[in-house]
């Protein structure tokens, strides 16, 4: 897979049918998604529960792009390859949920994966510089994660627009995740972010019987996030 600088919408399956997500998946993707977000999520790191790898290994075949999976689990290291052999194209961690980041990411690539790092709204970006040479995709939560359809974090702009600052011209996908919207679309991607995943704001008004909606959602998101 080659870096691709462009903006992309990545639905999080979060906000789909619990009962119909391989249609779901398919839906998203033939109305234009770039990736598939998976929230992955534990009931001790983050309060709730959701998919583990059997998931994500059953959604595979009705993912054609990238399965973009977010690890909200502690601890993370004894569950990269399950999550690894179910099919993942990315493996994002958060650096709260094991005793060392660095080899967490050096596990992920060796793993032949790419390897995000999710940074919490209260999580200091102190550590990145030091991790660079082991990313593909920074995520910045502007949320605290464990739910989806909570407001978008105004006070996460100045991290998203320091974290471009720091990746400069390096191949590495810089993600928000959490409120984002037709409404604070372009207010993410004017701080440098390229990847916005969106969880309602795509699902609303569709189903996989009517996938048009979910179409226009993107849509209304993609040209709300491209510059005026």
Known sequence: MTFDPKIKIAPSILAAD???FGAECRAIEAQGADWVHVDVMDGHFVPNITFGPAMCAALRPHIKGIMDVHLMIQPIDPFLEAFAKAGADHLT???EAGPHIHRSLQTIRALGKK??????PGTDIGMVPYLLDQLDLICVMTVNPGFGGQSFLDSQLPKIRALRQLIGDRPIDLQVDGGVSVDTAARVVA???NVL??????FKGGSADKPEEYGHNIRRIRVAALPS
């Open 115 to 120: 390897a995000g790092l999710a940074i919490n």
């Open 93 to 95: 961690v958060h650096p």
């Open 197 to 202: 995943v969106a969880g309602a704001a795509v």
């Open 18 to 20: 619990f009962s119909n």
């Open 191 to 193: 701080a440098g972010a």
